[in-house]
């Protein structure tokens, strides 16, 4: 053997026994991954992060790892050099990219260098952001800018030894508290979970904001039992989405909304459900997801049984996100939405392609005790018991005037269905906007609250 083969073999027998490449090696299928400027180095040793592209289930995508093997995975100027160049080759290629965090910080003797690394490596993720999806996995440490980076993907997904917060002293930290504030969207027993939780995902999106919601070969089951008018908003997105195809994404973070992806007769589809009360968390929990749903054309299936929202600023940041998505969009009223909560998620300023109701269901632009005290208010003359003449009176108004048939006579739903019928009355809907294309009004962006 050449010395120059000899040398050849030594570096990659370095290398492949780290925990960096480990995990890449597990993320991608079997012999399809290639390392980019795989002997870059960071003075006088190896960059603390492989980089490169492969396929995963089939689908392209591009990943760096931090490799906290070599100097702890410590950002450096020669890291963010091969970080940069994966970023722009998915811009190049409209695949996704996958960052692989685990780190003690960066190398502080590089001083501005290493300043300058941090905020280019953040500035091309902004860029990129709606263009690929974007997914972080935080194995270990991911302290002080690098959270922001990692933050700053669509999906963030933690293994319980995954650190992400700005404090470098670590403080706040762990996976459970990241769940809480609502950054972590998957946590991951551990690190194998969290990285077969990323394969999962790659297969469920779309490649790039172009390619549109990716279609299985094989047309999806439902064997899950038959909803009723109980059924719980969980019910209903059993009974929706595809068996075993649900992702649910920030489960400990805005109790009353339940969110995720899922398949739907084959087809990747953004499933929220509502219920109860909608709190500030809830409301920007489902605002970023339809706001992701629909940079990637993936359709958003609602289900609302909410009464009213705690927020108005979180609210108003919800209804903008459903005006303003063009993806298709199908809504299932199951139980209650009148006053705001129908406005913003459910009617005609939702934007909703197709509303359609549970029998049962509460359904009006008012609030049934607001719209009893407005039209029926001359009941109450001469009620010798006027507080509960009043519960029964707004009882009545919301049986007979709430309902979704008197919602649909005046055209605020498109349809009326059994519980029993909502998944084929989804799927036939869904199939029918499969072909919707919409056009903005020139702008830069909507200044929405944040």
């Given amino acids: 053997m050449s010395a120059g083969k000899e040398m050849l073999q030594a570096s990659r027998d370095a290398l492949k026994d780290t925990r960096a490449y480990k995990r890449i090696a597990r993320l991608f299928d079997e012999g399809t991954f290639t390392e980019i400027d795989s002997y870059a180095k960071s003075g006088d040793d190896f960059a603390e992060a492989a980089a490169g592209f492969g396929t995963i289930e089939g689908c392209p995508a591009y990943v ?10 410590a950002m450096s100027k020669a890291q963010a050099s091969k970080m940069k160049k994966v970023y722009e080759m998915a811009v190049k290629t409209g695949a996704p990219v996958i960052g692989i965090y ?78 809480k504030a609502g950054v972590c969207h998957i946590a991951a027993e ?13 297969t469920a999106l779309p490649s790039n904001n172009l390619s549109g919601a990716p279609v299985t070969d094989m047309f999806g089951e439902n064997t899950g039992a038959a909803l009723t008018d109980a059924s719980s908003a969980a019910d209903v997105i059993a009974a929706v989405a595809d068996d075993a195809s649900f992702i649910e994404l920030q489960k400990g973070f805005g109790a009353a909304v339940v969110s995720g992806l899922a398949q739907v007769s084959g087809t990747t589809v953004g499933l929220v459900a509502y219920q109860d009360e909608i709190d500030a968390d809830s409301c920007a929990k489902a605002a970023r997801f339809v706001r992701f749903c629909d940079a990637f054309a993936i359709p ?21 996100a459903y005006s303003e998505a063009t993806c298709a969009k199908v809504t299932v009223i199951t139980g209650n ?3 705001a909560v129908y406005i913003a998620v459910a009617g005609r300023g ?41 519960k029964k009176l707004i009882d009545e108004y919301a049986k007979t005037e709430c309902t979704p048939f008197k919602a649909a006579a005046a055209g605020f739903i498109e349809d009326i269905i059994n519980p029993a019928e909502t998944r084929a009355k989804v799927v036939a809907n869904l199939d029918m906007l499969v072909g919707k294309r919409v056009s903005r009004l020139p702008k830069k962006h909507a200044n929405i609250q944040l």
Avoid at 110 to 129: F, R, T
Avoid at 190 to 202: G, K, M, S, Y
Avoid at 300 to 316: G, L, M, P, Q, W
């Fill in 190 to 202: 551990n690190e194998e979970e969290a990285i077969d939780t990323v394969r999962a995902l790659i």
């Fill in 102 to 179: 685990d780190s003690i910080g960066g190398r502080l003797n590089e001083g501005a260098d290493m300043l300058a690394a941090y905020g280019e490596i953040l500035l091309h993720s902004n860029n990129l952001s709606g263009v690929v999806p974007q997914i972080a996995v935080v194995l270990g440490p991911c302290i002080g800018v690098s959270a922001m980076v990692a933050a700053n993907a669509d999906l963030v997904v933690m293994s319980k030894e995954g650190e992400l917060t700005l404090e470098t002293s670590g403080c706040g930290a762990s996976t459970e508290e990241a769940v």
């Fill in 337 to 339: 939405a009148y006053g």
């Fill in 300 to 320: 958003v299936v609602s289900v609302v049984n909410a009464t009213k929202f705690a927020s108005v600023r979180e609210a108003s940041k919800l209804s903008n």
């Fill in 350 to 390: 939702a934007n909703a392609d197709v509303t359609m109701a549970w029998p049962n269901a509460v359904v009006s632009p008012l609030a049934p005790a607001t719209g009893a005290m407005f039209a029926w208010s001359d009941k109450l003359a001469g009620s010798e018991n006027p507080v509960e003449d009043r």
């Fill in 64 to 73: 760096f790892a931090q490799n906290p093997d070599i100097c702890g995975g």
